[in-house]
């Protein structure tokens, strides 16, 4: 710690922000284990209305971020930083200009912060295997019902197939 530590004015600010970015996080992530349940159930309207939620809570982890960001410039200036240098530090190099107990704080929130990351990472691995496995089956399926001709084939406004060379354009463009 350098000799300098002190509690700035925002840490207060900080760390309410970091537990929101905590809860958000954790929030996601229970999303993201609904999502996963309505894929296993064919689910499509479970699976939008989990989606919606998603969207909300990634715009809200946004704007969060860019106010961490903000607060954290603030802090850097009051230790002495240079403007927008605050914000490049990590949530351990912050905590380590600041006395105690903020840096205990600083540091525990960080931590629960990490793991929430941690787990919405890892939830979004699984959600790109199942992604992946999904579109193969939908190939697998579209093959099946691709016609069989060698010239190129596509699909009416009414559901025949035709060539497309031979396709008016109303069919083309529907």
């Given at each position: 710690m350098n000799q300098s530590a002190r509690r700035p004015s925002?840490?207060?600010e900080l760390i309410v922000l970091l537990e929101e970015h905590v809860t958000s996080h954790e929030q996601?992530?229970?999303?993201?284990n609904a999502t996963v349940g309505f894929v296993r159930q064919a689910d499509v309207a479970g699976m939008s209305s989990v989606a919606l939620q998603q969207q909300g809570l990634v715009q809200r982890i946004r704007q969060r971020e860019g106010l961490r960001r903000q607060v954290m410039d603030r802090i850097g200036v009051e230790l002495g930083m240079a403007?927008?240098?605050g914000r490049v530090l990590t949530i351990s190099q912050m905590a380590g200009r600041l006395a105690p107990p903020c840096r205990e704080q600083l540091i525990e929130t960080g931590r629960r912060l990490k793991q929430a990351?941690?787990?919405v990472a890892r939830l979004g691995r699984v959600h790109e295997r199942i992604s992946s496995r999904m579109l193969a089956h939908a190939s697998l399926v579209l093959g099946a019902v691709?016609?069989?001709r060698t010239a190129s084939a596509?699909?009416?406004?009414d559901g025949r197939t035709v060539?497309?060379?031979n396709m008016i354009l109303f069919e083309a463009v529907g």
């Open positions: 925002r840490v207060d996601l992530a229970d999303t993201m403007p927008r240098a990351v941690d787990r691709r016609p069989q596509d699909y009416c406004g060539d497309q060379a």
